[in-house]
């Protein structure tokens, strides 16, 4: 168990319709990265957040956006979900915003199967 | 020049036999350069790890073994069990400004016959 928590585990939607992933980090990190894995395009960053900001970004969709919290829980939401969007959504977390030795530890993710 | 390269897409070996896994990369900037393993259902779990000033680091069974100058890394796994049967994926670290990021190889299945 990595203590990185997210939710849900599986989610089955509509194309359209829009979902919200959580995701609770480490205790005392507070750093939060997401990533997609699907099978044509593997593990794909999206974006990180440190204590509340942005600190860098993938190749996010304009449809998609997340948000870290003063609590340092994060959510992404994926809206207009398209077939394409299907895929398995996984968090991480680190001590610090930076890497260079700092670990990154990684959640259990949440599979989106859009239909 | 952010793209990993990840060599071979699958991998069987026998019980007791060394897994071999190779990485290329091009962009200099990166700076960190970590293996996460992944079993079916799980998150990838941090592995192994090494920075471009040191050409080998040994933890237990797992070797990465690391080329600046040809802009290679490659993961060893020696004495291979059944239990190895992962998924293992390189990676390599840009720092950004204010952050940094992750790329990722596209993985290797490695089955490992009893």
Same mark, same amino acid.
């Given at each position: 168990?990595?203590?990185? $928590?997210?939710?849900?585990?599986?989610?089955?939607?509509? $194309?359209?319709?829009?979902? $919200?992933?959580?995701?609770?980090?480490?205790?005392?990190?507070?750093?939060?990265?997401?990533?997609?894995?699907?099978?044509?395009?593997?593990?794909?960053?999206?974006?990180?957040?440190?204590?509340?900001?942005?600190?860098?970004?993938?190749?996010?969709?304009?449809?998609?956006?997340?948000?870290?919290?003063?609590?340092?829980?994060?959510?992404?939401?994926?809206?207009?979900?398209?077939?394409?969007?299907?895929?398995?959504?996984?968090?991480?977390?680190?001590?610090?915003?930076?890497?260079?030795?700092? $670990?990154?530890?990684?959640?259990?993710?949440?599979?989106?199967?859009?239909? | 020049?952010?793209?990993?390269?990840?060599?071979?897409?699958?991998?069987?070996?026998?019980?007791?036999?060394?897994?071999?896994?190779?990485?290329?990369?091009?962009?200099?900037?990166?700076?960190?350069?970590?293996?996460?393993?992944?079993?079916?259902?799980?998150?990838?779990?941090?592995?192994?790890?090494?920075?471009?000033?040191?050409?080998?680091?040994?933890?237990?069974?797992?070797?990465?073994?690391?080329?600046?100058?040809?802009?290679?890394?490659?993961?060893?796994?020696?004495?291979?069990?059944?239990?190895?049967?992962?998924?293992?994926?390189?990676?390599?670290?840009?720092?950004?400004?204010?952050?940094?990021?992750?790329?990722?190889?596209?993985?290797?299945?490695?089955?490992?016959?009893?």
């Amino acid at each position: 168990d990595s203590g990185v $928590t997210q939710t849900p585990k599986h989610l089955i939607t509509a $194309t359209g319709q829009r979902v $919200t992933l959580r995701c609770s980090p480490r205790s005392g990190d507070l750093s939060v990265y997401w990533y997609q894995q699907s099978l044509d395009q593997g593990l794909q960053f999206l974006i990180q957040y440190y204590n509340g900001e942005e600190r860098a970004k993938g190749n996010i969709l304009e449809r998609f956006s997340a948000q870290q919290f003063p609590d340092l829980h994060s959510e992404l939401n994926l809206s207009s979900l398209e077939l394409g969007d299907s895929a398995l959504y996984f968090c991480a977390s680190s001590v610090v915003a930076g890497f260079s030795g700092n $670990t990154i530890y990684f959640g259990e993710g949440s599979w989106l199967t859009v239909v | 020049q952010q793209q990993v390269k990840q060599s071979p897409q699958s991998l069987i070996v026998q019980k007791g036999g060394i897994s071999i896994i190779n990485c290329a990369y091009e962009n200099t900037a990166f700076d960190y350069f970590p293996w996460y393993q992944q079993f079916p259902g799980k998150g990838p779990a941090l592995l192994i790890a090494i920075r471009p000033d040191v050409s080998e680091k040994k933890e237990g069974r797992f070797t990465i073994s690391f080329n600046k100058s040809a802009k290679q890394f490659s993961l060893h796994i020696m004495d291979s069990q059944p239990g190895d049967s992962a998924t293992y994926f390189c990676a390599a670290n840009r720092p950004e400004t204010s952050g940094s990021r992750l790329t990722f190889g596209e993985g290797t299945q490695l089955t490992v016959n009893p």
